[in-house]
């Protein structure tokens, strides 16, 4: 059974501070440490727990005056996850989408201000990226081919503004129905990621 967006509500409760701006990333084909040569990443010390890892991404961005972005990955399954506290590197398409030659790449991201992105590439393909808060303009190879799932899990179409914001919750399940990883609170908190940092300007 599809989750809904309403599965995932629990992410903004329980995470406020990473719920605030974030990238998710799950990668699908190359090795890990081929993800992170993708991107040319640098190593990092790992670290226990995605509040770890929010902590050490503000301290990184001011360390690195904002020239670098901590990313922690995982292995989930056959999958490939990263994430970035405050970060956007996934759905940066100039990077993403070199980044996904020979693999499946589905990331969503949000900033402080609301503004978000949901992009699934696959072999350097851009197949699917809208804003979830505006689900009706879709764009890539295949916009379409997920609208009845993207209905069904909680996007909203439509004019008129829903009674509840689900937009972000609904990502992580679009996300989940692509990829079939299920990211979950115990997930975030139990895990020891492997970091490493990139640059971003």
């Given at each position: 059974?599809?989750?809904?967006?309403?599965?995932?509500?629990?992410?903004?409760?329980?995470?406020?501070?990473?719920?605030?701006?974030?990238?998710?990333?799950?990668?699908?084909?190359?090795?890990?440490?081929?993800?992170?040569?993708?991107?040319?990443?640098?190593?990092?010390?790992?670290?226990?727990?995605?509040?770890?890892?929010?902590?050490?991404?503000?301290?990184?961005?001011?360390?690195?005056?904002?020239?670098?972005q901590?990313?922690?990955?995982?292995?989930?399954?056959a999958?490939?996850?990263?994430?970035?506290?405050?970060?956007?590197?996934?759905?940066t398409?100039?990077?993403?989408?070199?980044?996904?030659?020979?693999?499946?790449?589905?990331?969503?991201?949000?900033?402080?201000?609301?503004?978000?992105?949901?992009?699934?590439?696959?072999?350097?393909?851009?197949?699917?990226?809208?804003?979830?808060?505006f689900?009706?303009?879709?764009?890539?190879?295949?916009?379409?081919?997920?609208?009845?799932?993207?209905?069904?899990?909680?996007?909203?179409?439509?004019?008129?503004?829903?009674?509840?914001?689900l937009s972000?919750?609904?990502?992580?399940?679009?996300?989940?129905?692509?990829?079939?990883?299920?990211?979950?609170?115990?997930?975030?908190?139990?895990?020891t990621?492997?970091?490493?940092?990139?640059?971003?300007?």
């Amino acid at each position: 059974m599809t989750k809904t967006g309403a599965d995932y509500a629990w992410f903004e409760n329980d995470f406020p501070d990473l719920a605030e701006a974030y990238c998710f990333t799950l990668v699908r084909g190359p090795a890990p440490d081929d993800v992170v040569s993708r991107l040319d990443g640098r190593k990092e010390r790992s670290l226990h727990g995605i509040a770890a890892v929010v902590d050490a991404a503000f301290a990184r961005y001011d360390l690195e005056e904002g020239e670098r972005q901590l990313v922690a990955l995982a292995t989930v399954g056959a999958w490939t996850l990263l994430i970035e506290a405050n970060g956007y590197l996934g759905v940066t398409e100039e990077r993403a989408l070199p980044a996904s030659a020979g693999a499946t790449w589905v990331s969503h991201f949000v900033n402080i201000n609301a503004v978000g992105t949901f992009l699934w590439a696959q072999d350097r393909v851009q197949r699917l990226c809208f804003d979830p808060m505006f689900p009706e303009d879709r764009w890539g190879s295949a916009p379409d081919e997920l609208v009845d799932v993207m209905q069904d899990i909680g996007f909203h179409f439509g004019e008129d503004a829903p009674e509840t914001d689900l937009s972000s919750p609904a990502a992580f399940a679009l996300a989940e129905h692509v990829t079939g990883v299920a990211v979950t609170p115990a997930l975030l908190e139990d895990t020891t990621f492997s970091c490493f940092t990139v640059r971003i300007r």
